[in-house]
């Protein structure tokens, strides 16, 4: 219940998040019983991968799963569901994936799904050196927890896409401005409209190879200089 409550108490103004798919990783870890490393998963338009881990052990096992297309947190990502390998040298699905899990340590793996938002998905992905580590309470936990995470994770990453989108605003209108201060600074040095204003700079852009924001910044910067 404290990883719970604790999952509630982010302030999502102050973390960012990768901070916060962290923290669901490392409160995961600490807060279900037989898990000795984790992981998150996010499946959408921005990201594809594990978005966090609480370890090497953590990151190769999700890495390999993506280089071999299949395993079972791309499966619990992709399902929204909950998929357990009890024993990963007994398991007959992804035999290629698991011979390698093996090697590295990983005796049993549990992965649940996490509908964040309707473009992107993700997964809990739990791993234990232990064959047989996550019993039914161990997993009814994990799902719980999942719910939890769901919740935070939808919320920090509708907070970050507002968030890079207020950026790209305050930088367009930047943008802007150093542009209609350039279109200016031509109007009076050449006596022109600032339709023809705006083509001359185009041209400047277009011949110096430069971004037309570029230009209009050095022009407004040559301007501003002492005489």
């Known amino acids: 219940m404290d990883a719970f409550e604790e999952l509630g108490r982010i302030r999502l103004s102050e973390t960012s998040l990768d901070e916060v798919l962290l923290r669901v990783a490392t409160l995961a870890r600490e807060a279900i019983g037989g898990v000795d490393a984790a992981s998150v998963t996010l499946v959408g338009a921005r990201r594809s991968g594990s978005a966090a881990c609480t370890g090497d052990l953590a990151k190769v096992l999700d890495e390999w799963q993506y280089e071999n297309e299949g395993g079972p947190c791309l499966e619990a990502a992709a399902t929204t569901t909950v998929v357990s390998v009890p024993d990963t040298t007994t398991e007959e699905r992804w035999p290629a994936y698991l011979k390698r899990a093996t090697a ?63 950026r790209q605003m305050r930088e367009a209108m930047a943008q802007r401005a150093t542009i209609e201060q350039a279109k200016g600074i031509i109007m009076a040095e ?27 910044a050095a022009l407004v910067a040559r301007a501003s200089r002492p005489r």
Do not use: M, W
């Open 104 to 166: 590295a340590g990983a005796r049993s793996i549990l992965s649940v799904g996490l509908p964040v938002q309707e473009v992107v998905t993700g997964a809990l992905n739990l791993y234990s050196l232990e064959p047989a580590a996550f019993d039914a309470e161990a997993i009814a936990v994990a799902q719980e927890f999942a719910g939890f995470a769901a919740v935070a994770l939808a919320n920090a990453q509708s907070y970050d896409e507002t968030a890079a989108l207020a």
């Open 190 to 216: 050449q006596r022109c409209t600032p339709d023809e204003a705006f083509e001359r700079l185009s041209k400047l852009s277009q011949h110096a190879n430069r971004k037309l924001r570029d230009v209009a």
